[in-house]
């Protein structure tokens, strides 16, 4: 095995690369810690979107009673009618 | 020139190592956020699906309700009707007695002015209420 010879200048240039790959490297790791800061923001907000849509979901998990409240008041509403036919019934005797 | 080609292979190496790091890392938070919003997108269907049963179910308790509140009145009537029809009354004298006025008979004037006193007058009535 045979040493290289190298100039000066080559030697210059690639001391000179070498610095400018550790300094690309340190950039490269603090826009990845900002990028990681804001993905980290996104998971806890998204955790609470999912949380809020949770809530909501049990509240309107009641509404299945509504058609049952719907057919309860049309009962009522035939009750009634069966009033007024007995009311007209006793009214026209009483009347009379 | 060995110590460069060193420095070299470490600075190669850690960026390799350093993107390989931070990838993976990011991949798994978005791996995590992706199961969320997908459980979201879930939780959003359902909640749509409970909604979708209030439009109709109110449209007709509205129009239910408006029926009987518009029914209630008539109920009302015929059931004053009816306690009216059976309410006891005084019973009606067969024959009717005459209308008198609250104030009472006037005494006439005219037979003291020709200067007669009629026998059933008392003493009270011919004076006319004055003692003499």
Redesign the interface.
């Known amino acids: 095995m045979h040493a290289l010879a190298m100039n000066p200048t080559e030697h210059t240039l690639w001391v000179t690369a070498l610095i400018i790959g550790f300094v690309v490297v340190l950039a490269v790791a603090a826009l990845l810690s900002v990028l990681i800061y804001l993905v980290k923001i996104i998971d806890r907000r998204v955790a609470g979107v999912r949380d809020t849509l949770k809530a909501a979901a049990e509240n309107t998990s009641n509404t299945v009673l509504i058609p049952q409240v719907a057919d309860g008041v049309e009962a009522v509403l035939a009750e009634g009618l069966q009033h007024h036919l007995f009311l007209g019934r006793v009214l026209g005797k009483v009347k009379s | 020139?060995t110590l460069?080609v060193i420095?070299?292979v470490v600075?190669?190496l850690?960026?390799i190592a350093?993107?390989a790091f931070?990838?993976f890392?990011?991949g798994s938070?978005?791996t995590?956020?992706a199961t969320?919003?997908e459980?979201?997108a879930e939780?959003?269907r359902?909640?749509k699906a409970?909604?979708e049963?209030?439009g109709?179910?109110?449209e007709?308790?509205n129009q239910?309700?408006g029926?009987?509140a518009g029914?209630?009145p008539?109920?009302y009537e015929?059931?004053e009707?009816?306690v009216t029809?059976?309410t006891p009354a005084a019973p009606r004298p067969e024959v009717p007695e005459p209308a008198l006025p609250a104030s009472g008979t006037r005494r006439s004037r005219l037979l003291a002015a020709v200067g007669f006193t009629p026998q059933t007058l008392s003493d009270s009535e011919r004076t006319g209420g004055n003692p003499r």
Do not use: F, Q, S
């Open positions: 020139m460069l420095l070299t600075d190669v850690l960026l350093g993107l931070y990838l890392w990011v938070l978005l995590r956020i969320n919003l459980e979201c939780l959003v359902t909640i409970h909604a049963l209030i109709p179910g109110v007709h308790i239910t309700g029926v009987v029914a209630l008539l109920l015929m059931a009707g009816i029809g059976v």
